[in-house]
């Protein structure tokens, strides 16, 4: 949703909705043992191991942040290098949603 124009959507943007996307994958990898450390998959996808263990905890956003990012209504400063940055993660979903810039 643009602010200001509730009834007007953005597209969802392709860069956040990978990232998600590479974060559950990644989780997913570790969870069923395809994968056995973050360090193999970092081998793998030929990144620092960092970039792993910076993506991963975004398998754990709030379900309405995900559905928000994959239909393009996030807040306009919800952005990749923001999300990736967001460390630690909050467990609750309410405190995600505050810290990525959702009104109350």
Known sequence: ???????????????????????RFWFDQLAS?????????????????????????????????VEDILNGRQPETLIVKGLKRLNPLPTDWHEQKKRLGYPD
Do not use: N, W
């Not at 602010?3 to 990978?18: I, M, N, V």
């Not at 973050?38 to 754990?60: G, H, M, Q, S, W």
């Open 33 to 65: 043992g395809e994968a056995g450390s973050v360090k193999e998959i970092a081998e793998r996808e030929k990144v620092f191991d960092t970039e792993i263990t910076r993506v991963l905890p975004l398998a754990f956003l709030a379900l309405e942040i």
């Open 1 to 23: 949703m643009i602010a200001g124009h509730p009834d007007q959507y953005r597209k969802p943007d392709t860069d956040l909705c990978q990232l998600i996307a590479q974060a």
